[in-house]
């Protein structure tokens, strides 16, 4: 599986952006899907994880209530809606795909996509 994620940028604080990760291959829908994200300086952190269904969510307690992960698996991709974006948000975020739910083994990455939000 081959990740290509995109719809990074610069915002300002209490904006939203929505980053796209667009995976090739025909099992991409047996996939759990995450996106995490990397500030310099700091420890890889999971953002969000999705089932393979989209039924199931979980959230870093960081961006509960402001980040929702979505996935369209006709369309191969996943999605991270982020709002009320802080300047604590910036880093380069990565989308990766994996099995194994809850405690998933991430074998796949992309390349990941900056987002910076100003104060």
């Known amino acids: 599986v081959q990740l290509q994620a995109s719809g990074g940028g610069t915002v300002q604080a209490g904006g939203s952006l929505r980053l796209s990760c667009a995976a090739s291959?025909?099992?991409?829908?047996?996939?759990?899907m995450g996106w995490f994200r990397q500030a310099p300086g700091k420890e890889r952190e999971r953002v969000a994880a999705i089932s393979w269904n989209g039924i199931n969510t979980i959230y870093a307690d960081s961006v509960k209530g402001r980040f929702t992960i979505s996935r369209d698996n006709a369309k191969n991709t996943v999605y991270l809606q982020m709002n009320s974006l802080k300047p604590e948000d910036t880093a380069v975020y990565l989308c990766?795909?994996?099995?194994?739910?809850?405690?998933?083994?991430?074998?796949?990455w992309g390349q990941g996509t900056q987002v910076t939000v100003s104060s």
């Open positions: 291959g025909r099992t991409f829908s047996s996939y759990i």
């Open positions: 990766a795909a994996g099995s194994g739910w809850p405690l998933v083994s991430w074998a796949y």
